[in-house]
């Protein structure tokens, strides 16, 4: 259903639940599985991507309509909800740079799961969006926040209120993903991609997403933090070894 694979400084997990990668139980389970194995592997960069035509199209709606069948199926439902958010919670605070691949259709709380990843690449012909509203719900699973971190409240509001589901190229150009390839140069480009993230210092990158996490907390001074973070880096032999190697090319 989900499988974990590692090539050099790239871990990838692959979604393989046919023929939509629905969100079921067994699917958050397997999803948390291969989580931790990606931790103990210790990639630069996590990939998560789809084998199937679409990315992920979200809730079993099977699922979701058995909560509604049940007496008992408002605490099922937050219970279900909860476990999505634990998972994408995980993708968020993940100790490497995570990507999601978005091949063809991401919607809801598949849409939620690309969200919570660091990047995102998006096929030119991928569909996208958040279209709970047509179902009398809303995106429960992380959307109304995480969304507004990369398109502010109006793009938000244009697409949860307007159930409006765009493609990659216009998801590219609001911010919701930062590549966009057409589908037969999408591989190259997440090959390119990650080959170079993969390159970069591990202990810098996750400096510099504590940095940027800053940002989104009242909390936390990120000029502060800005200046904490390099004494972390400075003594490490990493840091010294690429300092001196850099100025010796």
Same mark, same amino acid.
């Given at each position: 259903m989900i499988n974990y694979a590692e090539n050099g400084n790239v871990g990838t997990i692959t979604l393989s639940h046919a023929p939509v990668n629905a969100m079921n139980v067994e699917f958050i389970v397997?999803?948390? &599985?291969?989580?931790?194995?990606?931790?103990?592997?210790?990639? &630069?960069?996590? /990939?998560?991507?789809?084998?199937?035509?679409?990315?992920?199209? !979200?809730?079993?709606?099977g699922l979701i309509a058995g909560f509604f +069948? $049940?007496?008992n199926g @408002? $605490?099922?439902?937050?219970?279900? /909800?909860k476990t999505l958010h634990d998972a994408f919670n995980r993708i968020?605070?993940?100790?490497? /740079? &995570?990507?999601? #691949?978005i091949n063809g259709p991401a919607l809801g709380g598949g849409l939620e799961m690309a969200l919570a990843c660091d990047l995102r690449i998006a096929s030119a012909s991928a569909k996208i969006g958040l279209p709970e509203a047509q179902?009398?719900?809303i995106p429960g699973a992380g959307g109304t926040q995480r969304l507004p971190r990369l398109v502010g409240? !109006?793009? &938000?509001?244009?697409?949860?209120?307007? !159930? $409006? /589901?765009?493609?990659? @190229?216009?998801? +590219?150009r609001i911010g919701i993903a930062q590549w966009v390839a057409a589908p037969e140069a999408l591989d190259?480009? #997440?090959g390119t991609t990650t080959n170079r993230i993969a390159g970069l210092s591990l202990q810098a990158l996750m400096a510099s997403k504590d940095c940027i996490a800053?940002?989104?907390?009242? +909390?936390?001074?990120?000029?502060?933090? +800005?200046l904490e973070k390099p004494l972390e880096l400075i003594p490490t032999a990493e840091a010294r070894n690429r300092v001196l190697g850099f100025f010796k090319r």
């Open positions: 397997a999803l948390n &599985t291969a989580l931790d194995v990606a931790e103990a592997a210790k990639p &630069t960069v996590l /990939v998560i991507k789809s084998d199937q035509k679409c990315f992920c199209a !979200g809730a079993d709606l +069948e $049940d007496d @408002t $605490d099922g439902m937050i219970a279900y /909800v968020e605070n993940f100790p490497a /740079v &995570t990507l999601a #691949v179902v009398g719900m409240p !109006g793009g &938000t509001a244009r697409l949860i209120l307007s !159930g $409006d /589901v765009i493609d990659g @190229t216009e998801a +590219e190259a480009l #997440v800053g940002y989104y907390d009242p +909390e936390i001074d990120g000029f502060a933090l +800005e």
